[in-house]
C-alpha cells in the first residue's frame, strides 16, 4: 500500500463520496459510446442514381435511362452515370422504344451532371446525401470519419500532457463543452468543409474527457470499486451509449435530429462541477497538500466519518514525491530509459492493432437492417466488459491481455476460409472478433493505467488512446480495400492483432500492486520483476 492509500484508507471504499463520483463518470461516458458509432447512421450511403430533369420523355425512355449493373450478384440502377439525356430525348421525340428499336449498350454515357436521387426507405437524409458525397466524391465518405478519428488522435495526444499539467478536472469539463458544442454546431454546416472541421473538433473534445475521467475516477477510487470502475464502469456506460443510439437512429431518420439528440444531454454535465472533485493523488503530486486534505475531508464528511486531524501526516515533497515530480511532465517521458520505453512501444502497438473502432463502424454492412447490426455490435461488448471484470479481479493482467488480442485476430483471419453459403458463420467470427477487442480495449486502459505512475499515468493513457485511434483513422479507408478482396480489411487487421498478443508478453505484470505514485516506484517495480524471472529461469 503506498502513501496515498494509507492516508486515505480511513474513507473505506464505498461511501457516497466514491458512489458520486463513481456513477457521475460512468455516466460521462454514454454520449462518447453514441458519438463515436453515430457514423454507422450519420454517414451512411443510401442507395442512389442520377437525377432525371424534367423534360419530355416517354414513360420507356424515362424508366432505361438509367444504366443497370450487378453489384454482389444483385442488379441495380448505375450510381453515378446515365445515357446522355440529349441524345434519350432525341430518340423519345422519334419515337424509338428502348431495347427494341435502340440497343441501349450501343448508346453514350455521362456522369450525373443534374445531382443524385437518394433513397429514403431507410434513412431521411445523411451528410452523404446532404452534401453529396458519392462517385467522384466518395472519397470524401470515409474520409470523414478519418477526420473525426484525427481529431480523436490529437485530443488523446495532448489532452493527457495537458491534464498532467492543470489537473484532471478542467480537462474534463472543458474538453465536455468543446464536445457538445462542436456536435451541436455540426447541424448547421452549409458545407461539407464546414462538417469536417467541426467534426475534427468533436473528436478531439471526446476523447479527452473519456481520458480525464477514466484517470480521475482511478486515482480516487480505490480497491475493488477502481477495479470495477476501470473494467466495467466505464466500459459499460460506454456501450449504453452504443446501445441507445440505434434506438435514437431509428426514431430520428434524419442525420441533423440524430446529432441534437446525441449533444443536448450533455449540457446537464455542466452544473456538476460543484460535485465532481479534483484528484487529491494529482494536487498532492504538484505539492497543493491543502487542497488534497479539503477533498480528503470533504469525502469523509460525505461518508459520515470523522477525518483525522491531519490527513497527511509526515508529508515531504522530498521524501513522497522526489524533485523531479515536481518538473512538468512531457511525453518525452515516456522515453526516459529503455523498460519504460519498451513498455510503451508494446501498449501502443497493441492499441493501433486492436481494430476496436474499425469493426465498430462496419457494423452496418453485417445485414440488411443497420440498426439491428448496430445492436447487436453493442451486444456484445457487455459480456466482453463483464468478462474484463472477473479476469482483472482474479487473474494476472498480462496473459489475458495477450489471449484476447490473439483470439481476435485468428477469428478475423478465419472469416476468408468460411465457404459463401455460410454467412451467418462469417459474421459469428466478426463479432468474436468484436468481443476478443473489446475486452482487449477494456484491459488495455486498465492496465495502462496501473502500470504507470501519477506524473505520466494521463499522458501514458492519452498517447495509448493516440494510438488506438490512428488505428481507427485508417480503419474507413482500409474496409475500403473490400472492393479489391472482400477479406483483405480482416486479414490485416487479424495479422496485427496476433502480432500483437505476443509482444504483450514481455509486459509487466501489476496484479496485486498498488499505483505507482512516482517514476521511481515504477523503476522499483520493473528491477523487481526482472530478478522474479532470473530466478525463475
Known sequence: MNY?????????????????????????????????????????????????????????????????????????????????????RNLSAQGYVPGRDVNLTDLEQESCVDGWIYSTDIYQSTIVSEFDLVCSDQWKQPFTSTLYFIGVLIGSFFSGQISDRFGRKPVFFATLVIQTTMTFFQVFSPSWTVYTILILFSGLGQISNYVAAFVLGTEILSGNVRLVFSTLGMSAAYVAGHLMLPLFAYFLRDWKSLLLAISLPCLVYIPLWWLIPESPRWLLSQGRVEEAEAIVRKAAHQNKLEAPQVVFKNYSVSQWFPIFFKKHHTVLDLFQNINITITSLIL????????????????????????????????????????????????????????????????????????????????????????????????????????????????????????????????????????????????????????????????????????PETIEQMHKWERSLDSIHTNDN
Open 348 to 515: 501502443w502497438l497493441a492499441t493501433a492493432g486492436a481494430g476496436y473502432n474499425g469493426l465498430s463502424l462496419n457494423t452496418s454492412k453485417l445485414a440488411a437492417d443497420p440498426y439491428i447490426s448496430c445492436f447487436i455490435s453493442g451486444a456484445v461488448e457487455l459480456p466482453a466488459y463483464v468478462y474484463t471484470f472477473l479476469v482483472f479481479k482474479y487473474f494476472s493482467r498480462r496473459l489475458p491481455t495477450s489471449g484476447a488480442l490473439g483470439m481476435g485476430g485468428v477469428a478475423l483471419c478465419l472469416i476468408q476460409v468460411i465457404p459463401k453459403s455460410l454467412p451467418q458463420l462469417a459474421i459469428a467470427l466478426e463479432m468474436l472478433g468484436k468481443f476478443a477487442f473489446s475486452v482487449c480495449f477494456s484491459m488495455v486502459y486498465a492496465y495502462t493505467a496501473e502500470l504507470y505512475p501519477t506524473v505520466l499515468r494521463t499522458t501514458a493513457t492519452g498517447t495509448c488512446s493516440t494510438f488506438s485511434r490512428l488505428g481507427s483513422a485508417l480503419a474507413p479507408f482500409l474496409f475500403h480495400l473490400s472492393i479489391y478482396s472482400k477479406y483483405l480489411p480482416y486479414i490485416v487487421l487479424g495479422s496485427l492483432a496476433v502480432v500483437s498478443a505476443i509482444v504483450i508478453q514481455f509486459l509487466p505484470e501489476s496484479f496485486g500492486r498498488s499505483l
Open 4 to 88: 496515498y492509500d494509507e492516508s486515505t484508507a480511513f474513507l473505506g471504499h464505498w461511501g457516497l463520496f466514491q458512489q458520486v463520483v463513481f456513477f457521475l463518470l460512468c455516466a460521462s461516458a454514454i454520449p462518447n459510446g453514441s458519438g463515436v458509432v453515430s457514423f454507422v447512421f450519420v454517414a451512411d450511403i443510401p442507395r442512389h442514381h442520377c437525377r432525371i430533369p424534367e423534360v419530355n420523355l416517354t414513360t420507356e425512355w424515362f424508366n432505361a435511362i438509367i444504366p443497370t449493373q450487378v453489384v454482389d450478384g444483385e442488379e441495380e440502377l448505375s450510381r453515378c452515370s446515365r445515357y446522355r439525356l440529349d441524345v434519350v
